[in-house]
């Protein structure tokens, strides 16, 4: 309670001390100088309630194998970066080589069956429906060979589009089995904000409206569309997922820590240039011109608006403000405005 009257006294010592030093005598005003002045103005400003999210890769995916066996080979790690189709693992599935080589001695066997009702029927020494039987064979022979040669695919696990491997969750020589996450892997791009919507929000969010999203590791915010919203809510936490798509930014990483702005009304708020507003510390203040004299004014700000910010007291719609040099300044400095 005690901080702020001691504070303001160090900043009207200082000041003073400024002063004898600009004039060589206490309490003479430094020179005249040109400033440039805004007027604080009360705005129609879109009130909002911030809900935290996460950036979030717009194309994921967990691996795993499509067959059972050991894991002859594990070629990746996190951080590493695949492209589409790129190996990944290999499973050993010596069954399945086997019954490879079955199916295709089945075919060859069928096809010679066939070459021979073929040259039967010519001679007319065996039936049309013999020949058909045969031919059958032949086609379900090949079918199994494919079948064989599928799951013989199946056995290399290969990276499904470009990104990088986020996690390995086995080891060479584990069992891999369908069911059984192999590898995490996302696209570093692009990049999509979610978060969970209390349904309260929810009539204020529409697919295709524009919402501002704040990374603080980014210097402002970013401008997202919404692109999706879940038709039901969580039974849980009675929220509803929202996901809208981010603009391309070197700066943002999947996992990041976010809020989106949701609208929820409009209000009046009073805003001056972000420039006008000087910080010492915990301090803000900023230079007025009353009666061609800068006269200091300690202020609490509220949210940025782009290139404005709002300020919450100190202030009065109207008043002249400072925009440019105001470290320069002193309170009760002569100065000449100009727009």
Known sequence: MKFFPTVFLVVLISSACRKTHDSGQPGHPGPSSRVHVAIATLETHQATEDIVGTVRSKQRAVIEAKVSGRLLQFLVAPGQWVKAGELLAEVGVQEIRAKREQAQAVLDQAQRDLGRQQQLIAS??????????????????????????????????????EGVITRKLAELGDLAMPGKPLV????????????????????????????????????????????????????????????????????????????????????????????????????????????????????????????????????????????????????????????
């Open 124 to 161: 007319k020494a065996t039936s049309q429906q013999e020949l058909e039987t045969t031919a059958a064979r032949v086609k379900v022979a090949a079918a199994g060979l494919n079948e064989a040669e599928t799951l013989l695919g199946y056995a290399r696990v290969t990276a499904p589009f």
């Open 184 to 339: 995490e892997m996302e696209a570093p791009a692009p990049l999509r904000f979610e978060t969970d919507l209390p349904e309260s929000l929810l009539r204020h969010v529409k697919p295709g409206d524009k919402i501002r999203v704040t990374i603080p590791t980014l210097s402002g915010p970013l401008l997202s569309t919404v692109s999706e919203i879940s038709p039901v809510a969580d039974a849980l936490s009675r929220t509803f997922l929202v996901k809208l798509d981010l603009p391309v930014s070197a700066a943002l990483r999947a996992g990041q820590f976010g809020r989106a702005a949701i609208p929820v009304g409009a209000t009046k708020i009073l805003c001056v240039p972000r420039e006008s507003v000087l910080k010492r510390g915990q301090i803000e203040t900023v230079f007025i011109v009353r009666e061609n004299r800068a006269v200091l004014r300690l202020v609490k700000t509220g949210k940025w608006l782009d290139d404005q910010i709002e300020i919450l007291s100190g202030l009065e719609p109207g008043d002249s403000v400072v925009t440019r040099d105001t470290a320069r300044l002193t309170d009760g400095q002569s100065v000449t405005a100009q727009p």
